[in-house]
């Protein structure tokens, strides 16, 4: 019941920059865990950037997207972002938009076998 639906992928060039968009429908408490992964082809889909909303908000970050990427949420519209810059080619691969209620303590926020809601993906490609 509960669907996922990315959008804003699209094609840069290094250095640009792509703001990415996921909409959440068909749940009645939101997720507190709301989370961007992105497999590249050949490669395992790692985690990207995490947010939690408990009350207090906290985000995680993939070590190689700290400096350079934002995760955000507006709460009304039930939306997710991924504010991308610098994108650079190795950035290049189908991003997903993610949920899950409680993972676990150790690293689980940014591990893909945590989540259980999971949208289409939305390729990003950047050149050089």
């Known amino acids: 019941q509960v669907q996922l639906v990315e959008s804003g992928g699209g094609s840069v060039q290094a250095g640009g920059s792509l703001r990415l968009s996921c909409a959440a429908s068909?749940?009645?408490?939101?997720?507190?865990?709301m989370g961007w992964f992105r497999q590249a082809p050949g490669k395992e889909r790692e985690g990207v950037a995490t947010?939690?909303?408990?009350?207090?908000?906290?985000?995680y970050y993939a070590g190689s997207v700290k400096a350079r990427f934002t995760i955000s949420q507006d709460k009304l519209k039930n939306t997710v972002y991924l504010q991308m810059n610098s994108l650079n080619p190795e950035d290049t691969g189908m991003y997903y938009c993610?949920?899950?209620?409680?993972?676990?303590?150790?690293?689980?926020?940014?591990?893909?076998?945590?989540?259980?809601?999971w949208g289409q993906g939305t390729q990003v490609t950047v050149s050089s």
């Open positions: 947010i939690y909303s408990g009350g207090t908000t906290y985000r």
């Open positions: 993610a949920a899950a209620a409680a993972v676990s303590l150790g690293g689980g926020v940014l591990k893909p076998n945590e989540y259980t809601y």
């Open positions: 068909g749940y009645t408490g939101r997720p507190y865990y």
